[in-house]
């Protein structure tokens, strides 16, 4: 997700956003450690995409 992308949501699709994109994180970290991913970079676009909201959220 682009910032751009960002900058159109409201507060409280941030939010919503925010945490979808957490628990996803959360488990592709977990299986992750139980077998290796295909695209291991998926993890680092969550990982951006989630500072990106984070960073929307407190520029509101």
């Given at each position: 997700m682009k910032q751009s992308e960002v900058k159109g949501y409201s507060q409280e699709e941030l939010k919503d956003k925010l945490a979808e994109s957490q628990k996803s994180y959360?488990?592709?970290k977990r299986a992750h450690v139980v077998s290796p991913l295909e695209n291991p970079s998926e993890i680092t676009k969550l990982r951006k995409t989630i500072a990106r909201?984070?960073?929307a959220i407190n520029n509101s």
């Open positions: 959360a488990d592709l909201l984070k960073t």
